[in-house]
């Protein structure tokens, strides 16, 4: 045999580099290194928290860190300019790493300036606020800088604004106003601010003093419906500012639904509002608030995450907290809506009308919960295949992973029997009952060539850990385009915040994007469309 007619470059074993931007994965085979500013993005928007299959939370937070780091010191522009677009966006469903981001950011001294003018944008919220002062503190000291910036915080809004933030994010991570305004002391011409203020670090109330903080503390110090149901009305009170006791109230909450609860309170209070009879089958508030749910108008506005609702949705319609904390009967019209909604949540999204295969890698590594939320990279995955299936008419959609039966290298495709006219929580279990094995993204080209399948683009999701293929994915790509003489092209959907990609960066018809960004769907078809 001559050894010669092993090696070449259209045909390498994933588990050798087949090119010199190449370098091994956590899984063992090699792929292919994102830059700083994709990794950024992908730290960003889907956070480090749960790890992945391969890396512990911690080692995968210091590698991001280590981004943020490089980047302050090199391109402080373009870190903030990118912590800021993905926070004002909402593309990620927490804030926590655009805050942690920033605030490393206000340590560097070339990165420093930019980060603390950014503070407003990103810090939209008390809790925001107090999130950053804490990550803050591991990284430097309270200088003017830093006490200045957030001065600005506080004197930049008006009384009415401030009395609410701090009325109703009233402290966090062992942080509260009081305590950041001791810190920064903020100086203002504004006597209904500074009455705000001396409420705050005194308890002090005055003439100047906001009426919502009046009726904020006669709602804390009141025992009986009728006091919390007027106060509610009559200063706009939210659920967060009333006590525990006024919650459990059926009267308060018509009186909060009559004043309107935001749409992500309204998500989350949907079970504590069927279990308190607010939202039964017929009657009550539940058209209304079905019909709140699905507004895209209100869920755009509000910056309501698609992986949010996904969650809420799979919370509510299993009838019971994911903490155990009490159960509830669905009711039938809400967990539509909640369903409805995690599509309208994304937006309008036009289609390519190109003919699209959807692969989800199903294998071991992606049946990890992601983000810290209750929900697994595949179960994502599918959730996304499924916004796609719903808008792209020439669309099908697969599950992939390495065969069982006959070792690591055998192909298991198959089709993925999910549709947009299932429930949410149902198509998720289909996807959960799929066998799991190896991880071999090149599997969907290798699978569309064998098959003569016609296929314009190719949409694979996964965490970018691939080994198990005797080709690499942008070979099978290269080979696929040979063959079928179509110029298909591949979307690499990432679901884990790792700096690995299977699309070859040079490759104008490869696409790296990060699967949690709710702009992804709406790339997806731009893209294949040849924008
Ligand atoms: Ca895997």
Request: proline share 5%; net charge negative.
């Given at each position: 045999?001559?050894?010669?007619?092993?090696?070449?470059?259209?045909?390498?074993?994933?588990?050798?580099?087949?090119?010199?931007?190449q370098?091994?994965?956590?899984?063992?085979?090699?792929?292919?290194?994102l830059?700083?500013?994709?990794?950024?993005?992908?730290?960003?928007?889907?956070?480090?928290?749960?790890?992945t299959?391969?890396?512990?939370?911690?080692e995968?937070?210091?590698?991001?860190?280590?981004?943020?780091?490089?980047?302050?010191?090199?391109?402080?522009?373009?870190?903030?300019?990118?912590?800021?677009?993905?926070?004002?966006?909402?593309?990620?469903?927490?804030?926590?790493?655009?805050?942690?981001?920033?605030?490393?950011?206000?340590?560097?001294?070339?990165?420093?300036?930019?980060?603390?003018?950014?503070?407003?944008?990103?810090?939209?919220?008390?809790?925001?606020?107090?999130?950053?002062?804490?990550?803050?503190?591991?990284?430097?000291?309270?200088?003017?800088?830093?006490r200045?910036?957030?001065?600005?915080w506080?004197?930049?809004?008006?009384?009415?604004?401030?009395?609410?933030?701090?009325v109703?994010?009233?402290?966090?991570?062992?942080?509260?106003h009081?305590?950041?305004?001791?810190?920064?002391?903020?100086?203002t011409?504004?006597?209904?601010l500074?009455a705000?203020?001396?409420w705050?670090?005194?308890?002090?109330?005055?003439?100047?003093?906001?009426?919502?903080v009046?009726g904020?503390?006669?709602?804390?110090?009141?025992?009986?419906?009728?006091?919390?149901?007027?106060?509610v009305?009559?200063?706009r009170l939210?659920?967060?500012?009333?006590p525990?006791?006024?919650?459990?109230?059926?009267?308060?909450?018509?009186?909060?639904?009559d004043?309107?609860?935001?749409?992500?309170?309204?998500?989350?209070?949907?079970?504590?509002?069927?279990?308190?009879?607010?939202?039964?089958?017929?009657?009550?508030?539940?058209?209304?608030?079905?019909?709140?749910?699905?507004?895209?108008?209100?869920?755009?506005?509000?910056?309501?995450?698609?992986?949010?609702v996904?969650?809420a949705?799979?919370?509510?319609?299993?009838?019971?907290?994911a903490?155990g904390?009490?159960?509830?009967t669905?009711?039938r019209?809400?967990?539509?809506?909640?369903?409805?909604?995690?599509?309208?949540?994304?937006?309008?999204?036009?289609?390519?009308?190109?003919r699209?295969?959807?692969?989800?890698?199903?294998?071991?590594?992606?049946?990890?919960?992601?983000?810290?939320?209750?929900?697994?990279?595949?179960?994502?995955?599918?959730?996304?295949?499924?916004?796609?299936?719903?808008?792209e008419?020439?669309?099908?959609?697969?599950?992939?992973?390495?065969?069982?039966?006959?070792?690591?290298?055998?192909?298991?495709?198959?089709?993925?029997?999910?549709?947009?006219?299932?429930r949410?929580?149902?198509?998720?279990?289909?996807?959960d009952?799929?066998?799991?094995?190896g991880?071999d993204?090149?599997?969907?080209?290798?699978?569309?060539?064998?098959?003569?399948a016609?296929?314009?683009t190719?949409v694979?999701?996964?965490?970018?850990?691939?080994?198990?293929?005797?080709?690499?994915?942008?070979?099978?790509?290269?080979?696929?385009?040979?063959?079928?003489?179509?110029?298909?092209?591949?979307v690499?959907?990432?679901?884990?915040?790792?700096?690995?990609?299977?699309?070859?960066?040079?490759d104008?018809?490869?696409?790296?994007?990060v699967?949690?960004?709710g702009?992804?769907?709406?790339?997806?078809?731009?893209?294949a469309?040849?924008?």
């Amino acid at each position: 045999m001559d050894v010669l007619r092993t090696l070449g470059l259209r045909r390498t074993p994933q588990g050798e580099r087949a090119d010199t931007r190449q370098e091994l994965n956590a899984a063992g085979g090699y792929a292919f290194v994102l830059d700083d500013v994709a990794r950024l993005r992908r730290f960003l928007t889907l956070g480090v928290d749960g790890g992945t299959y391969y890396a512990a939370p911690r080692e995968l937070a210091r590698e991001n860190a280590e981004v943020v780091g490089r980047m302050a010191h090199e391109d402080p522009e373009t870190l903030v300019g990118t912590i800021v677009d993905v926070s004002v966006r909402g593309a990620a469903p927490r804030q926590n790493p655009a805050l942690f981001a920033l605030a490393y950011a206000a340590s560097v001294p070339e990165s420093a300036p930019l980060a603390l003018a950014a503070l407003p944008a990103v810090a939209r919220t008390g809790t925001h606020l107090f999130l950053f002062a804490g990550y803050v503190e591991q990284f430097r000291g309270w200088g003017r800088g830093l006490r200045r910036a957030v001065a600005g915080w506080y004197t930049s809004k008006d009384a009415d604004a401030l009395a609410y933030q701090a009325v109703k994010y009233r402290q966090r991570e062992g942080w509260s106003h009081r305590d950041l305004l001791r810190l920064a002391h903020p100086t203002t011409a504004s006597p209904e601010l500074r009455a705000t203020f001396d409420w705050i670090v005194r308890g002090a109330v005055g003439d100047a003093t906001p009426t919502l903080v009046e009726g904020f503390v006669a709602a804390q110090a009141a025992t009986d419906t009728a006091t919390w149901v007027d106060l509610v009305r009559r200063h706009r009170l939210s659920w967060e500012m009333l006590p525990d006791a006024a919650l459990g109230e059926v009267a308060v909450w018509d009186a909060l639904l009559d004043v309107g609860v935001p749409q992500t309170a309204l998500m989350r209070q949907l079970p504590r509002l069927t279990r308190l009879g607010v939202l039964p089958d017929l009657g009550g508030r539940t058209d209304e608030v079905v019909a709140q749910l699905v507004d895209s108008d209100r869920l755009r506005s509000a910056r309501v995450h698609p992986v949010s609702v996904l969650v809420a949705q799979r919370t509510y319609a299993s009838g019971r907290s994911a903490r155990g904390a009490g159960e509830w009967t669905p009711t039938r019209k809400v967990t539509d809506a909640l369903d409805a909604a995690f599509y309208a949540a994304f937006g309008a999204v036009e289609p390519s009308g190109k003919r699209t295969l959807l692969a989800v890698d199903v294998s071991g590594s992606m049946g990890d919960t992601i983000s810290g939320m209750p929900i697994t990279a595949r179960e994502a995955s599918a959730a996304l295949a499924l916004v796609q299936l719903a808008t792209e008419p020439a669309a099908t959609a697969v599950g992939f992973t390495t065969g069982q039966g006959g070792g690591w290298y055998d192909s298991a495709l198959r089709p993925l029997a999910i549709s947009p006219r299932q429930r949410l929580d149902d198509a998720l279990r289909v996807v959960d009952a799929m066998p799991m094995s190896g991880t071999d993204c090149a599997l969907p080209m290798v699978w569309a060539t064998e098959q003569g399948a016609e296929v314009d683009t190719f949409v694979v999701y996964t965490d970018n850990e691939t080994w198990a293929g005797d080709v690499h994915p942008h070979q099978a790509l290269a080979e696929y385009r040979r063959r079928s003489g179509i110029d298909a092209r591949l979307v690499v959907v990432g679901m884990t915040a790792t700096g690995f990609s299977i699309a070859d960066p040079s490759d104008a018809g490869m696409l790296d994007v990060v699967g949690f960004d709710g702009a992804v769907p709406s790339l997806i078809t731009e893209f294949a469309r040849g924008l």
